[in-house]
Each structure stands twice: as C-alpha cells, then as structure tokens.
C-alpha cells in the first residue's frame, strides 16, 4: 500500500499490483492512452469504421457491423492498436485468457471472415513473422 502511495505522489499515473489480470491491464492502459489523447468518449476509428467502446459496437460507414462474439473480440483488439502489428500469440492471450487450446491458426479464420465484412474500406493485414495489422485500406 505504502508503495502504491509513493509511486502514485512520485508521478506516476496509475498503479497495478501483482499478480493482475491482463484484461485489466489492458483496460488501463485504454484509459490512460484515452486520457493522453484528451478523448473520453472511448471511440477508435479506422478508415471508415469505428468502434465505440461505451456501446461495444462497431459501424463501417456509419451502418452496424454484424460480427460473431470471436470477430468482435479480434477487431476490437486491432482497432484499439490500429496500424500496430499484433503478434498472434498476444492476440490469443487477449481473445482466449481462459483457454489454452486455441491455436494460432484460428486467429487466421477469425480474420479471413472478418476481410470479407469489411470490404476494402478498411485492411487486416497479416505480416510474415510479426502479426496481424489493422490499416485504412483504399476507399
């Protein structure tokens, strides 16, 4: 606790405590890159779709976007690093915390279904050897 204080009075702008869940984790580093960004509304946006945080919905082009539970999940963990790779194992460690028997090649399926949802107003690009990646595609 006393830690927790002097760390917190020393500048620094949150604090997380071993062991911690990476969900929660990964939830304040959200609010911290929101805050840095003076957003409070919780909106990602890439190219053409958008992800709203507070409603865990996305639209492409303003219209819903209908995706299964895994889609939504795999999405939401790009648009929230858009134009950052994402390794698939970082990506299975998000999506599937509880289940150590998915394997890297679902991540594959999830994302060909999602480039047909999205059309090619918005990529998912798989790079050799570093990940996945969400870009602005041609309009």
Same mark, same amino acid.
């Given at each position: 606790?006393?830690?927790?204080?002097?760390?917190? @009075?020393? !500048?620094?702008?949150?604090?997380?405590?071993?062991?911690?869940?990476?969900?929660?984790?990964?939830?304040?580093?959200?609010?911290?890159?929101?805050?840095? @960004?003076?957003?409070?509304? *919780?909106?990602? %946006?890439?190219?053409?779709?958008? /992800? /709203? %945080?507070?409603?865990?919905?996305?639209?492409?082009?303003?219209?819903? $976007?209908?995706?299964?539970?895994?889609? @939504? %999940?795999? $999405?939401?963990?790009?648009? #929230?690093?858009?134009?950052?790779?994402?390794?698939? #194992?970082? =990506? =299975?460690?998000?999506?599937? %915390? /509880?289940? !150590?028997?998915? #394997? +890297?090649?679902?991540?594959?399926?999830?994302?060909?279904?999602?480039?047909?949802?999205?059309?090619?107003?918005?990529?998912?690009?798989?790079?050799? !050897? +570093? *990940?996945?990646? +969400?870009?602005?595609?041609?309009?």
């Amino acid at each position: 606790m006393t830690e927790r204080i002097g760390t917190l @009075h020393e !500048g620094a702008d949150d604090f997380l405590a071993k062991p911690f869940a990476i969900e929660e984790l990964e939830a304040r580093l959200v609010a911290l890159v929101r805050r840095a @960004h003076g957003r409070n509304t *919780g909106t990602f %946006s890439c190219g053409d779709l958008t /992800y /709203y %945080s507070a409603e865990q919905r996305f639209t492409l082009r303003g219209d819903p $976007l209908d995706l299964t539970p895994r889609e @939504h %999940s795999l $999405l939401r963990i790009l648009i #929230q690093h858009a134009g950052e790779p994402m390794s698939k #194992q970082k =990506i =299975i460690d998000r999506m599937f %915390s /509880y289940d !150590g028997d998915i #394997q +890297l090649e679902a991540i594959e399926v999830i994302a060909h279904r999602l480039r047909k949802k999205l059309s090619h107003s918005v990529q998912i690009r798989t790079l050799r !050897g +570093l *990940g996945c990646v +969400l870009e602005a595609g041609a309009a």
